[in-house]
Nanobody
Framework: QVQLVESGGGLVQAGGSLSLSCAAS????????????VGWFRQAPGKEREFLGG????????YYTDSAKGRFTISRDNAKNTVYLQMNSLKPEDTAVYYC??????????????WGQGTQVTVSS
C-alpha cells in the first residue's frame, strides 16, 4: 500500500510563490516509485476536484491543464520518492486544498490508485 503525504502548503500573498511536495512511502519490494505517474489536483470550497497536471515515472513527460499552464511546474526526484509542484504568480482563486495522486496507467491520472490527504493553500489578496 503506497502512502502519499503532501507538505508545503500555507498562506501566501497574491503574486507570491509556493512549492508543494508529495512524498511516497510504503512501496513494496521490487516496486519503484518511477513506476507511477504522479499528478496534482486541487479542490476549492464548494467546487469539484480539479486536475492540474501530471508527470511520467521517469520525469520526462509532463502534462498540464489550462489552469496550471505557465504558472505551475511539476517535477520529481525518484531517489527521494518525491514529486513537487512549484506554483508561481499565485492568485486568490488558487486557494484550495491541493492533493497529489499516483496512477500506474496515465500522465492524465484518469484512474488514480493512491491519494494523499491534501494540504491547504491560501492566497490572500
Amino acid at each position: 500500500q503506497v502512502q502519499l503525504v503532501e507538505s508545503g502548503g500555507g498562506l501566501v500573498q497574491a503574486g507570491g510563490s509556493l512549492s508543494l511536495s508529495c512524498a511516497a512511502s510504503g512501496l513494496t519490494s521490487g516496486v519503484t516509485f518511477s513506476r507511477y505517474y504522479v499528478g496534482w489536483f486541487r479542490q476549492a470550497p464548494g467546487k469539484e476536484r480539479e486536475f492540474l497536471g501530471g508527470i511520467s515515472g521517469g520525469g520526462k513527460i509532463t502534462y498540464y491543464t489550462d489552469s496550471a499552464k505557465g504558472r505551475f511546474t511539476i517535477s520529481r526526484d525518484n531517489a527521494k520518492n518525491t514529486v513537487y509542484l512549484q506554483m508561481n504568480s499565485l492568485k486568490p482563486e488558487d486557494t484550495a486544498v491541493y492533493y497529489c495522486a499516483a496512477d500506474r496507467t496515465s500522465v492524465q491520472l484518469s484512474t488514480p490508485d493512491y491519494w494523499g490527504q491534501g494540504t491547504q493553500v491560501t492566497v490572500s489578496s
